[in-house]
């Protein structure tokens, strides 16, 4: 593992943490690479194989756990596997940027115990249960009932955001990112 630092955004899905990721990403001062995960969810129809994840199946994905070709990975939700590989920490830390991770709470947990020293955990609380449900169906990726799996599991999350370093509320995107980019700032 090279110098560069790991910079895990967790939360709750529909925090608006995608979001939150590309405008870290765009602060080119940060000089922050995107860990590009492997799923084996469906591909959304706006996202790229190979730039939003490497969309695997769910047999090459479990091919890849027997290898042990994962730093962590996590059955988010069922048959739903994603997982970070160790060749991307690998590449982007010869790039010689600093890495930022748009993972589930526990992953995130996992990568900072893999490198306890490099890594930053920022966590994102939604403005509350209710506007998390609001945002998901408006974004209308998801069926009803993965919905529902999303908010249960949620609620559960947001009893772990105490395990971060860090955590911000996010009301108001603006400045969610002013004082993320801030915290990663006196970080790196
Ligand atoms: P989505 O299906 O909405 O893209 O992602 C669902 C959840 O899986 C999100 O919380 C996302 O951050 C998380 N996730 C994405 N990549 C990884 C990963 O590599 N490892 C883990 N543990 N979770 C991930």
Same mark, same amino acid.
Do not use: C
């Given at each position: &593992?090279?110098?560069?630092?790991?910079?895990?955004?967790?939360?709750?899905?529909?925090?608006?943490?995608?979001?939150?990721?590309?405008? *870290?990403?765009?602060?080119?001062?940060?000089?922050?690479?995107?860990?590009?995960?492997?799923?084996?969810?469906? +591909?959304?129809?706006?996202?790229?194989?190979?730039?939003? /994840?490497? @969309?695997?199946?769910?047999?090459?994905?479990?091919?890849?756990?027997? #290898?042990?070709?994962? =730093?962590?990975?996590?059955?988010?939700?069922? !048959?739903?596997? /994603?997982?970070? #590989? %160790?060749?991307?920490?690998?590449?982007?830390?010869?790039?010689? %940027?600093? *890495?930022?991770?748009?993972?589930? =709470?526990?992953?995130? *947990?996992?990568?900072? +115990?893999?490198?306890?020293?490099?890594?930053?955990?920022?966590?994102?609380?939604?403005?509350? $249960?209710?506007? $998390?449900?609001?945002?998901?169906?408006?974004?209308?990726?998801?069926?009803?009932?993965?919905? +529902? &799996?999303?908010?249960?599991?949620?609620? +559960?999350? &947001?009893? &772990?955001? =105490?395990? /971060?370093?860090?955590?911000?509320?996010?009301? !108001?995107?603006?400045?969610?990112?002013?004082?993320?980019?801030?915290?990663?700032?006196? @970080?790196?």
């Amino acid at each position: &593992m090279g110098t560069g630092k790991l910079i895990v955004i967790a939360a709750p899905s529909g925090s608006g943490k995608t979001t939150i990721v590309k405008r *870290l990403i765009s602060e080119i001062s940060l000089n922050l690479g995107f860990s590009i995960s492997a799923t084996s969810r469906d +591909k959304r129809e706006n996202e790229v194989d190979g730039k939003d /994840y490497h @969309f695997l199946s769910v047999n090459e994905f479990k091919k890849k756990i027997s #290898l042990n070709e994962f =730093v962590e990975w996590e059955e988010v939700y069922e !048959n739903n596997f /994603y997982g970070t #590989l %160790k060749s991307e920490i690998t590449s982007l830390n010869n790039s010689g %940027k600093n *890495l930022i991770f748009d993972i589930d =709470v526990i992953g995130g *947990l996992s990568i900072k +115990k893999a490198f306890p020293e490099n890594t930053l955990t920022i966590f994102i609380q939604p403005p509350s $249960l209710k506007e $998390l449900e609001s945002r998901l169906r408006n974004r209308g990726t998801e069926s009803e009932e993965k919905i +529902k &799996m999303r908010i249960s599991k949620a609620s +559960k999350e &947001m009893t &772990m955001s =105490v395990l /971060y370093d860090h955590s911000v509320e996010n009301n !108001n995107i603006e400045q969610t990112v002013a004082k993320i980019k801030s915290i990663i700032n006196n @970080f790196i």
